[in-house]
Nanobody, 125 residues
Framework: QLQLVESGGGLVQPGGSLRLSCAAS????????IAWFRQPPGKDSEGVSC????????TYVDSVKGRFTISRDNAKNTVYLQANSLKPEDTGVYYC??????????????????WGQGTQVTVSS
């Protein structure tokens, strides 16, 4: 069964950090660009960050630049999102998604072939 599984979410105070993981099973991630999306409560989902299949290029939405870092370890078949200096507006369900090929496509859900089930991130004091 082909699937992505996110982990690492939780409750954190403003200014805190979390490291989200996205692990693949049933297929290898090294042929896929991987993106992180998030869905704040009551809002539409948005693309947050993406990394090419080889890991040599990354993109970030403006609201997380300088605070979030995406990385990957293809040997472990896992992609990470290090989220620092978290703000209440970072609250939401975070999903990872895989798009076959090297490049990161636009943050349009139909461009992605596989999705995880999501992990909740809550930033609150």
């Amino acid at each position: 069964q082909l699937q992505l599984v996110e982990s690492g979410g939780g409750l954190v105070q403003p200014g805190g950090s979390l490291r989200l993981s996205c692990a693949a099973s049933g297929f290898t991630l090294d042929s896929y660009a991987i993106a992180w999306f998030r869905q704040p409560p009551g809002k539409d989902s948005e693309g947050v960050s993406c990394i090419t299949s080889s890991g040599d290029s990354t993109t970030y939405v403006d609201s997380v630049k300088g605070r979030f870092t995406i990385s990957r370890d293809n040997a472990k078949n896992t992609v990470y999102l290090q989220a620092n200096s978290l703000k209440p507006e970072d609250t939401g369900v975070y999903y990872c998604a895989a798009s076959r090929g090297y490049y990161c496509p636009n943050y349009v859900p139909l461009n992605y072939d596989y999705w995880g089930q999501g992990t909740q991130v809550t930033v609150s004091s």
